[in-house]
């Protein structure tokens, strides 16, 4: 991953700057979740934690970061290539925060001598802890679908299969399999040691017993910065410089991990929006008004107990939703990708698009179960007879509307971009945007260093500007590229 320029202005990255963007990437659900389920579960839980991440999600993860190298292009124009008339659905996986704790208890208030509880252990609570071995190794706990799901839900949000930030990341690789294989060790390098080592540093502060999440909190607590400093105030009331070094490391991270997915979005919508919109946004009197005003914004979460409550009423419905998500996003994806390949008949690609395939498949399955047995059975809000102002009824109302709003606009108004933008009559319009169309590759794409597996090749006029398969391929043999194939 030397750092050199390739293709029409787009930076190529040096390990180091690509090994802290996956830091980033990670952002705040791994590292304040993962610790909790070691204790929920005991260290066993890492079993299902890897598993789960090594047999579904690497080849998803490989997939998607492979596609933005070859053709260039963020999960939007990807994906609205796959499958027209669904483009702008996705667009709603990219402002979903993620959740750090579940909002059922939010309808209620429990106050313990007239003040919040939040979680504080004495000495009693730590020798029985100690008695009962929270740490010894119980196997009987995999048998239940519950910490399987939760490693499914860890991976989804915090590698972010769904939300676009992997193939913006491919996008500045360079597509040589080599390079893509040495970029994904690196992620899953970063993502499998980054977690435990914040696991190991919270666990100690840890409530075995809390049903809500991380910490043991007051049900009228709002997750946030303040309840992180809250639940671990027993334990760091005597050492301000640790809390203030966990209040920085926390911002910091989540909010880089927020500006990486705002960074995807605007790359998204810069190559779609208007020349005059585009002339307009690029003031700099404009950029610095929006940069102050997204700073403002990303503070509140981390800055306040309740200023990510609404987050979380609309996240408690947005797991309703979550599985259809990722089966019109990552399924489309990798189908495309099995039908980049049909033209080759190794048993190698064989075999690696069945493991695609079946990833997204398997990943599907399991968040059809997830929702139907663990979601949608339970409210997200609870009423509150003693409470004043908007009802349980208007919650749930504002809440299904904000999750299901974007959603259903999406299909009207990808539905109407995809017909519009076809040609020929109506009907004509209507079965072009259903068809799942081949992906385009980039102008770039000469630059480009490919496998060095022998391909079949074809001919085809230079004049298409749309290309639906890799049509030539020469092989160059030269000291720079010894041997390698490169595609035209």
């Known amino acids: 991953m030397e750092a050199a320029p390739n293709g029409p202005g787009i930076p190529k990255w040096n390990t180091f700057n690509y090994g802290m963007v996956c830091f980033y990437s990670i952002g705040l659900h791994a590292s304040i979740s993962l610790p909790y389920y070691l204790v929920k579960y005991s260290v066993t839980y890492l079993l299902a934690h890897y598993i789960i991440l090594l047999s579904f999600c690497v080849p998803i993860c490989y997939v998607q970061i492979k596609l933005g190298a070859i053709y260039r292009q963020n999960i939007l124009g990807i994906y609205s290539l796959l499958v027209p008339i669904l483009k702008v659905v996705l667009v709603y996986g990219w402002v979903a925060p993620p959740p750090v704790a579940p909002s059922e208890p939010f309808g209620s208030l429990v106050e313990v001598n007239g003040s919040f509880s ?73 993502y499998g040691l980054v977690p435990v080592v914040f696991g190991i540093a919270f666990i100690p502060f840890i409530s075995t017993n809390s049903n809500y999440g991380m910490f043991e909190y007051g049900e009228k607590l709002k997750p946030g910065l303040g309840l992180l400093l809250l639940g671990m105030f027993g334990k760091i009331r005597h050492v301000p410089g640790i ?28 190559c779609s929006l208007p020349t005059c919109i585009l002339q307009f946004f690029r003031r700099r009197s404009t950029l610095v008004a929006i940069l102050s005003f997204l700073s403002f914004i990303l503070c509140i979460p981390y800055s306040f107990q309740s200023g990510v409550y609404l987050y ?71 009423r509150d007879p003693k409470a004043e102002g908007a009802s349980s009824d208007d919650r749930q109302c504002l809440g ?10 999406g299909f009207i108004l990808g539905a109407f971009h995809a017909v519009y933008t076809e040609k020929g009559s109506f009907t004509e319009r209507c079965i072009r945007a259903l068809k799942s169309d081949s992906l385009q590759t980039a102008d770039s794409s000469e630059y480009d260093v490919s496998d060095k597996t022998p391909q079949t090749t074809s001919s085809k006029s230079n004049s298409d500007v749309t290309l639906s398969k890799i049509e030539t391929e020469v092989v160059i043999d030269n000291q720079d590229l010894s041997s390698d194939l490169v595609k035209v």
Not at 333 to 358: C, D, F, H, P
Not at 400 to 409: L, R, T
Request: net charge negative.
């Open 400 to 409: 299904w509307f904000v999750a299901v709003g974007p959603i259903i606009f």
């Open 312 to 382: 979380m009423l609309v996240n408690s419905y947005l797991d309703r939703l979550i599985f259809t998500v990722i089966i019109v996003s990552i399924v489309p994806t990798v189908i495309g990708y099995i039908k980049q390949n049909l033209m080759y008949l190794l048993l190698e690609r064989a075999l690696m698009s069945l493991w695609y395939g079946a990833s997204s498949l398997v990943i599907a399955a399991m968040l059809i179960y997830y929702f139907a047995v663990y979601v949608y059975p339970f409210p997200a809000t609870i």
């Open 243 to 270: 809390a203030m070094c966990l209040y920085l490391g926390v911002y910091l991270l989540g909010m880089l991990h927020m500006v990486l997915h705002l960074t995807v979005i605007w790359e998204a919508l810069l």
């Open 118 to 190: 939040y979680h504080e252990k004495n000495i009693d609570e730590e020798q029985e802890d100690q008695e009962l071995g929270v740490w010894s190794l119980s196997l009987a706990k995999l048998y239940s679908p519950q910490p399987w799901m939760n490693a499914l839900i860890l991976h989804i949000y915090s590698l972010g299969l769904w939300s676009g930030v992997l193939p913006t990341i491919g996008a500045h690789l360079y597509n040589n399999k080599t390079t893509i294989v040495r970029a994904n060790v690196i992620l899953f390098l970063v």
